[in-house]
């Protein structure tokens, strides 16, 4: 183990980690340079190499924060060699995260970070891991998303994460469950020695100073201290920089006194970066040739050693690394502008990566140069298709720089705030499209800019704004950007959806809308239906309907019809569509469409009780989408529901309270709706009748004054059996009456409404109706299972209230089975409940007198009996494999059984959960 002064609770958290078996949630280290993150790091790796684990590493460097994948393919560079090269997941994952030249078709960016679980988790089987990442803050992008994603799903795997950063956990990693740490500076006594160990004999007066001016810092403790021991005693010591600058300074000092060629090298190696190829030697040789086209003809690997023997470059790997980032930068600043160009133009030249040679070659150019500046826009085309977004924003915004004619320029301008918008990059939308306007655009970027600059958030309460975008839109299709227009649509429809549009900017919105194209087009389809999902619902099922969507088999135009279906209630088309989509969406990498179908379909697959389908969806769609994006929050609600019917509904209530914390950032009325659905659900299930009722009804009569969004009431047309089961449960009966005669009324054109409210009259209906409402449910529910079987559940009971034992008979049995298929435990076992009361034992119904269980032991039997594992059931009511084990200890002698598989045959009539 290094040598570290303190640092003794870091190291106790590392070994912890270290050796922990499973349940490793990862580390990450923050501080500002020179703290000693690096070194814990280190320490780490000893640590793991200690108890036999295998160690991959990376590092971020500011000069690669724009290459996509760069820290990933250092990270897996190891492992690659090694995979097998019949395995397609892995090929794709060696060609997106190699070699750059073969970007021309677009790796999905999920199934690279799928590939690299799939990876680690196979390395891990072996021997276990250790994921050393050094200076997260210059990781790029598409690396950090991956790790995030990798991050989120290894808690059970032996892998650890360790990062380290000089900023705490931002963008996709603030999700991630890590013990974060902020590394404080050193204490005095722990300065002192840190001085001490590295300048002995320092005179007192300048080691006092020394230790006030260092502030703790281990980097400056150790460098000021090695610096000012040659200082001949007495010198008085002025102290005009700021620490980070003095320690540049003394770096740079370093490299100074290194012979020509070697302070060469050194500056190539801080203008790009390492492991290019097997152990980094790809990168020696480049930095080679580019140091002989600096004209050090004779330049070979042997002058890299004396920058070695000074403690710049870290030997410990093999390849070109830098002792300290401070030292890159050192480097780099200290070159000068002119030859940093000079730099840049050599490994231009000697670049084997076509991408790479370009980014130097703009690097390097003096003054606009097209056709540099157009290889750098194909080239972020490339790197954007590749998923690399942000990466292809920095690589047009360079291009436009490039560009000598004024109208390409502003053309370039806004092609990239295009894209920062797709980040949600406001300000930069903003920089960018401010720079453009500047300029003479062409009559088409001209709109495109006035387009770009309306943002449909401000709009859609504001009418004024409204109708300067309808005039853009306008504009845009005049300048014969019809195309543009019509692709703008979706997304703009897409945020009146989930936040509620005004109506009268809706009315407007709507009008622009049909103005635009004559024959139905999907992209105008979803626009009226997301934005005026109940008065537009004729009018989109007419257009779909005319669409022929059968013959589609376009994976956009699937998913936009789908998502179109969807919101105006046709759960059947709409899934049908949907199913079509996301596969080829998957293989395109379109992540945000993916999210949004996945998330749409697991909303229909729930009302068509498909809901192992719901299940999938939900989750494709939550390791698909944004953290905070509204179709990913939306399937979460969607998993809350599944969970509340089908697993637990506590656990289930846990997530809509963190659903509803995320809202409160990113508002939304129509996620409110979903999430107090779901909310509702889990409290009927659980029998908390009052509460349930609480929820939902304030949602269905609600004071507010202002016209209700019509995408909440869209989707009240999905909810209104749970409001009216609610309000069965506490006798509303009359409330409920009222707003189910609202719903009639509305004339919408939504099968989904249409269900709900066959479903509502006859559990609503008054004692003389009932008989005859509840049979015409049984026959008009054909296709909404789960609402059916509710129906016959409340058939049977009635009429074996009545006395009619024998008829209600077949039709418990028939809900019995239906709720059996769908997994709706507690269904399932209220109606056996009824069957055992209309006289039908159950076949399994030795244990009646079983003591009763709490309603999470009983989960873990029906779940056990099912012949999940711990580690299964674990997995689905969110507890460890261990707790589980120490629940089914405990229930086993309740149950009267001594085996697991003993649990099959008491466990269906064991549920003793609240009537639904
Ligand atoms: N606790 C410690 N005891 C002794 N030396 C230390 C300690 N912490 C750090 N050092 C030394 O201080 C120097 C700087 O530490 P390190 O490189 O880990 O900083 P860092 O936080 O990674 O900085 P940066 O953000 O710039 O990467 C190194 O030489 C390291 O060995
Ligand atoms: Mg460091």
């Known amino acids: 183990m290094r040598d570290l002064v303190g640092r003794t609770a870091e190291l106790d958290l590392l070994r912890t980690e270290v050796g922990g078996a499973a349940q490793r949630v990862g580390v990450f280290l923050h501080g500002p340079p020179g703290i000693g993150k690096t070194a814990l790091l280190r320490c780490a790796q000893e640590l793991a190499h200690d108890t036999g684990m295998t160690t991959l590493e990376c590092a971020g460097a500011a000069s690669e924060a724009h290459v996509p994948y760069a820290g990933?393919?250092?990270?897996?560079?190891?492992?690659?060699?090694?995979?097998?090269?019949?395995?397609?997941?892995?090929?794709?994952?060696?060609?997106?995260?190699?070699?750059?030249?073969?970007?021309?078709?677009?790796?999905?960016?999920?199934?690279?970070?799928?590939?690299?679980?799939?990876?680690?988790?196979?390395?891990?089987?072996?021997?276990?891991?250790?994921?050393?990442?050094?200076?997260?803050?210059?990781?790029?992008?598409?690396?950090?998303?991956?790790?995030?994603?990798?991050?989120?799903?290894?808690?059970?795997?032996?892998?650890?994460?360790?990062?380290?950063?000089?900023?705490?956990?931002?963008?996709?990693?603030?999700?991630?469950?890590?013990?974060?740490?902020?590394?404080?500076?050193?204490?005095?006594?722990?300065?002192?020695?840190?001085?001490?160990?590295?300048?002995?004999?320092?005179?007192?007066?300048?080691?006092?100073?020394?230790?006030?001016?260092a502030e703790g810092n281990p980097l400056a403790l150790v460098e000021l201290a090695r610096a000012w021991r040659r200082i001949p005693g007495g010198t008085v010591v002025t102290d005009p920089l700021p620490l980070t600058d003095r320690l540049e300074t003394v770096f740079a000092d370093r490299v100074a006194a290194l012979p020509a060629v070697g302070q060469d090298l050194l500056l190539l190696a801080s203008l790009t970066q390492r492991t290019r190829g097997a152990s980094g030697t790809g990168t020696v040789t480049e930095l080679i040739t580019a140091a002989r086209h600096l004209g050090h003809a004779a330049a070979a690997a042997a002058d890299l050693e004396p920058a070695e023997a000074a403690d710049l470059l870290d030997v410990r790997v093999p390849g070109v690394h830098f002792r300290h980032p401070l030292i890159r930068s050192a480097v780099a600043r200290t070159a000068g502008e002119s030859r940093r160009r000079g730099g840049h133009a050599a490994l231009a030249r000697s670049a084997t990566d076509p991408d790479r040679a370009v980014w130097h070659r703009a690097c390097a150019a003096t003054e606009p140069d097209e056709e540099v500046a157009a290889a750098l826009e194909?080239?972020?085309?490339?790197?954007?298709?590749?998923?690399?977004?942000?990466?292809?924003?920095?690589?047009?915004?360079?291009?436009?720089?490039?560009?000598?004619?004024?109208?390409?320029?502003?053309?370039?301008?806004?092609?990239?705030?295009?894209?920062a918008a797709d980040l949600g990059h406001e300000e930069a939308v903003d920089r960018l499209l401010a720079e453009a306007h500047e300029l003479p655009l062409t009559e088409v970027d001209r709109a495109r800019?006035?387009?770009?600059?309306?943002?449909?958030?401000?709009?859609?309460?504001?009418?004024?704004?409204?109708?300067?975008?309808?005039?853009?839109?306008?504009?845009?299709?005049?300048?014969?950007?019809?195309?543009?227009?019509?692709?703008?649509?979706?997304?703009?429809?897409?945020?009146?959806?989930?936040?509620?549009?005004?109506?009268?900017?809706?009315?407007?919105?709507?009008?622009?809308?049909?103005?635009?194209?004559?024959?139905?087009?999907?992209?105008?389809?979803?626009?009226?239906?997301?934005?005026?999902?109940?008065?537009?619902?004729?009018?989109?099922?007419?257009?779909?309907?005319?669409?022929?969507?059968?013959?589609?088999?376009?994976?956009?135009?699937?998913?936009?019809?789908?998502?179109?279906?969807?919101?105006?209630?046709?759960?059947?088309?709409?899934?049908?569509?949907?199913?079509?989509?996301?596969?080829?969406?998957?293989?395109?990498?379109?992540?945000?469409?993916?999210?949004?179908?996945?998330?749409?379909?697991?909303?229909?697959?729930?009302?068509?009780?498909?809901?192992?389908?719901?299940?999938?969806?939900?989750?494709?769609?939550?390791?698909?989408?944004?953290?905070?994006?509204?179709?990913?929050?939306?399937?979460?609600?969607?998993?809350?529901?599944?969970?509340?019917?089908?697993?637990?509904?506590?656990?289930?209530?846990?997530?809509?309270?963190?659903?509803?914390?995320?809202?409160?950032?990113?508002?939304?009325?129509?996620?409110?709706?979903?999430?107090?659905?779901?909310r509702t659900t889990a409290l009927l299930v659980l029998g908390r009748d009052q509460e349930a009722w609480d929820v939902i009804q304030e949602r269905f009569t609600s004071t507010d004054t202002r016209p209700l969004a019509e995408s909440v009431t869209s989707i009240q047309h999905g909810t209104l059996p749970v409001y009216v089961d609610a309000a069965a449960r506490v006798g509303a009966v009359a409330d409920a009456r009222a707003v189910v005669a609202r719903f009639a009324g509305g004339g919408a054109?939504?099968?989904?409404?249409?269900?709900?409210?066959?479903?509502?009259?006859?559990?609503?209906?008054?004692?003389?109706?009932?008989?005859?409402?509840?049979?015409?449910?049984?026959?008009?529910?054909?296709?909404?299972?789960?609402?059916?079987?509710?129906?016959?559940?409340?058939?049977?009971?009635?009429?074996?209230?009545?006395?009619?034992?024998?008829?209600?008979?077949?039709?418990?049995?028939?809900?019995?089975?239906?709720?059996?298929?769908?997994?709706?435990?507690?269904?399932?076992?209220?109606?056996r409940r009824e069957l055992r009361a209309a006289g039908e034992a159950d076949g399994h119904d030795a244990s009646t007198g079983a003591p009763l269980l709490t309603a999470q032991e009983q989960l873990i039997a029906a779940l056990a009996a099912q012949g999940l594992t711990n580690r299964e059931i674990g997995a689905r009511l969110y507890l460890s494999p261990r707790t589980v084990g120490s629940h089914l200890y405990h229930l086993f002698p309740k149950l009267g059984v001594t085996s697991r598989a003993q649990l099959g045959q008491v466990m269906p009539s064991v549920d003793r959960r609240p009537l639904p």
């Not at 300048?479 to 005004?502: C, H, K, N, S």
């Open 378 to 419: 194909r080239c972020a085309d490339r790197v954007r298709r590749r998923g690399a977004v942000r990466e292809s924003v920095e690589m047009l915004e360079r291009s436009a720089a490039l560009t000598p004619d004024p109208a390409t320029r502003g053309g370039r301008l806004v092609t990239a705030a295009d894209h």
């Open 72 to 213: 990933l393919h250092q990270l897996l560079q190891p492992l690659l060699g090694d995979v097998p090269d019949g395995d397609h997941r892995f090929t794709l994952l060696r060609r997106s995260v190699g070699a750059l030249d073969a970007a021309a078709d677009a790796p999905d960016p999920v199934a690279v970070a799928l590939a690299t679980l799939g990876l680690l988790r196979a390395a891990a089987a072996t021997r276990p891991l250790l994921l050393a990442v050094d200076d997260v803050h210059w990781l790029d992008p598409s690396t950090v998303r991956v790790l995030a994603f990798v991050a989120r799903r290894i808690r059970g795997d032996p892998v650890l994460l360790v990062c380290t950063s000089r900023v705490p956990p931002e963008s996709a990693l603030t999700d991630v469950l890590f013990r974060t740490v902020a590394l404080e500076p050193l204490d005095g006594p722990g300065a002192l020695s840190l001085v001490r160990a590295h300048a002995p004999d320092l005179p007192p007066a300048l080691r006092d100073r020394l230790l006030r001016e």
């Open 749 to 831: 054109d939504s099968p989904l409404l249409t269900a709900s409210l066959v479903y509502s009259r006859a559990v609503l209906a008054a004692p003389e109706a009932a008989e005859s409402l509840h049979r015409a449910a049984v026959d008009a529910l054909a296709g909404w299972p789960f609402l059916r079987a509710r129906v016959r559940l409340s058939l049977g009971r009635l009429l074996r209230r009545e006395r009619r034992v024998t008829e209600s008979r077949p039709h418990l049995r028939a809900a019995r089975d239906s709720f059996d298929t769908l997994g709706a435990l507690a269904w399932a076992a209220a109606a």
């Open 449 to 678: 800019a006035e387009w770009r600059r309306y943002r449909p958030p401000e709009v859609i309460g504001d009418y004024t704004r409204m109708r300067e975008l309808v005039t853009a839109l306008a504009r845009l299709h005049a300048a014969g950007r019809q195309d543009t227009a019509l692709d703008a649509l979706a997304p703009a429809a897409e945020i009146a959806y989930w936040r509620g549009i005004e109506p009268r900017c809706r009315d407007l919105f709507c009008g622009a809308v049909e103005g635009l194209v004559a024959a139905p087009d999907p992209r105008v389809l979803t626009a009226l239906a997301l934005s005026a999902p109940v008065s537009q619902a004729r009018r989109v099922r007419a257009g779909i309907a005319a669409l022929g969507v059968h013959t589609v088999d376009d994976a956009e135009t699937l998913a936009l019809v789908g998502r179109a279906a969807a919101v105006v209630g046709d759960a059947e088309a709409a899934t049908a569509l949907l199913l079509r989509s996301v596969e080829g969406l998957r293989q395109q990498g379109r992540l945000g469409m993916l999210t949004t179908a996945n998330a749409t379909l697991a909303w229909t697959c729930w009302h068509l009780g498909r809901w192992e389908e719901a299940a999938t969806a939900a989750r494709d769609a939550r390791q698909s989408g944004l953290e905070r994006g509204r179709a990913r929050v939306a399937a979460e609600v969607m998993s809350s529901a599944l969970d509340a019917v089908r697993a637990d509904p506590g656990a289930a209530l846990d997530r809509c309270t963190r659903v509803d914390g995320a809202l409160s950032a990113t508002p939304s009325a129509t996620l409110r709706e979903m999430s107090a659905f779901a």
